[in-house]
């Protein structure tokens, strides 16, 4: 509405003008080169207006003329980038719905419009990677790491295919490489931090950590910082103890929950004899955790202790927490170190009508040791057989005696204190048909002593779990089946999959005679 109002201003006022100039027409002469022009004022404006208007026109059209190279240019320019633009879109769409021929098509095509696009580069790649072409896609990957805008990305694309090609030392490279330009990567600096923890570099695993920070959360930070600072004491526990201790604290600050951190604490500080706050931190560690390191630590608190000061220690601890069948188990240690066998057996009494193994291995060595009785001794070894198994140091599927920082797989804070096998579902109690064996000291007979599996003379006492021999750290040993890592929008290899079983005919399934005829053929 505001512009029609405009409009019809203006076209008053023009005519205002023109009515103005007609009531006065008034004379124009012009004199040039002998010629005389003579004429009125409304036509000489309306001249000038003409060639005015010719003189733009006529300029607009040399000005066309000029430019007429750069702009047919500039077209096609724009049409080449529209079609490479529209080949990337259709290459991207055959990747993701697994169109291996299309794909590789639309990446010639959009390689040969759009040579530097970033989109056709990786198309490129991507295409290659899908149809196997490994070599193709690792100089894809070497073009956009070679360009400031796509470094990141053919880095991590390189990092994959040295992964693939089992290339470790190559991918340590891409890997560094890629933390160096950006310390907050996720990936780049994970992997940096696998192969520091693989060569035991804790103190350059710190490094990378706090660079890493920005990308972590507080919790993830601080966890991962107490693994690396406790694996950092034990290498220096014996060069150097003051640092050792240092860091072991700090540790424990971190994650009190982190059980070789506490113990290595309490042990140090009870070698430089501070006990009060070795025995606090033991405490703590034991109230969240309760574990045989931490049993023995406290257990071995002051240097030169008798063996009943041992258990006397060990009684108090379990006094103030429990700790199900492990506090048991570390009082009938010390007991049985004490030769307190009585005590030892009312520490397990609890435990013994579904007993662990090492339960069942600790009662072994209680009737061995007390009585001298081979038979019983035998039979608690049969029931250890079959017993369920005892929490150890478990990860990656294998078993530790001793806890460490770096799994076998090269991940760092893998290890963890539970049943081996536990997460492949195997809930279902164990179910001990033996009854439990009497405690009187009255010996069984000899008919009813069964017949043990192997010798158990002597008997040893158990560890905290079976001692399996553990793989050298490492990012990706040869043991180990490492998951195939992705690039983004990165479908992976072709995988073979099996034919499916051919049906049974339906007549054979709904004639259950023609079986038996068949056989009698």
């Keep these: 509405m505001i512009r029609i109002v405009w409009f019809l201003v203006w076209v008053g006022l023009l005519a205002l003008g023109v009515a103005w100039f007609a009531d006065r027409p008034g004379a124009v002469a012009i004199t040039w080169l002998g010629y005389r022009i003579e004429t009125s004022v409304m036509v000489a404006i309306a001249g000038v207006a003409l060639v005015a208007i010719l003189s733009v026109l006529l300029w607009a059209i040399a000005r066309g003329i000029v430019r007429s190279p750069d702009q047919v240019s500039l077209f096609m320019r724009h049409r080449r980038a529209v079609r490479g633009h529209l080949a990337v879109t259709r290459g991207l769409i055959a990747i993701g719905s697994g169109d291996q021929h299309t794909a590789r098509k639309s990446a010639d095509e959009a390689k040969r419009l759009s040579p530097e696009e970033p989109l056709a580069l990786l198309l490129s790649a991507q295409s290659a990677q899908m149809s196997g072409d490994r070599p193709g896609a690792e100089r894809a990957f070497r073009v956009m790491a070679g360009r400031s805008d796509t470094k990141l990305l053919g880095l991590r694309g390189l990092y994959i295919e040295a992964q693939r090609r089992d290339d470790a030392n ?21 992997a940096v931090l696998e192969y520091r923890c693989a060569a035991a570099d804790w103190a350059g695993a710190l490094s990378v950590l706090d660079s890493m920070r920005p990308a972590l959360d507080k919790a993830a930070y601080r966890r991962r ?18 640092d050792a201790r240092d860091l072991a604290l700090e540790a424990v600050k971190l994650a009190p929950d982190l059980v070789p951190a506490s113990a290595l604490a309490g042990r140090l500080l009870a070698e430089d004899n501070e006990l009060r706050k070795a025995g606090k931190i033991l405490e703590a560690a034991w109230k969240a955790s309760p574990h045989p390191d931490i049993a023995e630590a406290y257990a071995n608190l002051r240097f030169g ?7 006397a220690r060990m009684q108090k601890l379990v006094a103030k927490e429990p700790g199900g069948v492990e506090g048991a188990v570390a009082v009938a240690h010390a007991a049985i170190d004490a030769r307190e066998f009585a005590v030892a057996r009312a520490a397990l009494a609890p435990h013994l009508a579904m007993p662990t193994r090492r339960v069942a291995a600790l009662m072994a060595e209680i009737e061995q040791t007390e009585h001298g009785d081979e038979g019983r001794a035998r039979e608690w070894m049969a029931r250890a057989v079959r017993a369920a198994p005892d929490p150890a140091w478990t990860a990656d599927g294998v078993v530790s005696e001793h806890w460490m920082p770096v799994s076998p797989a ?28 009497a405690i009187a000291d009255a010996p069984l007979p000899p008919a009813a002593v069964p017949e043990p599996p192997a010798p158990a003379k002597p008997v040893a006492r158990p560890k905290a779990a079976a001692k399996t021999p553990v793989k050298p750290a490492g990012p990706h040993p040869a043991e180990t089946v490492i998951p195939l890592v992705h690039a983004p929008d990165d479908p992976g290899p072709e995988s073979a999959l099996e034919p499916d079983p051919v049906p049974e005919p339906a007549s054979t399934q709904a004639d259950p005679w023609r079986r038996l005829r068949q056989l009698f053929r």
């Design 170 to 190: 190559a991918a340590r490279l891409f890997a560094e490489e890629a933390a160096k330009s950006a310390p907050a990567l996720a990936w780049a600096g994970q």
């Design 225 to 242: 910082r107490a693994v690396l600072l406790t694996a950092r004491a034990r290498s220096l526990a014996d060069s150097d103890r003051a």
């Design 410 to 437: 090269g991940r760092l804070d893998a290890f963890q204190w539970k049943v081996p096998l536990a997460e492949i579902g195997f809930t279902r109690p164990v179910i001990d048909m033996a009854a439990p064996p």
């Design 305 to 311: 202790d008798s063996a009943r000061d041992r258990l």
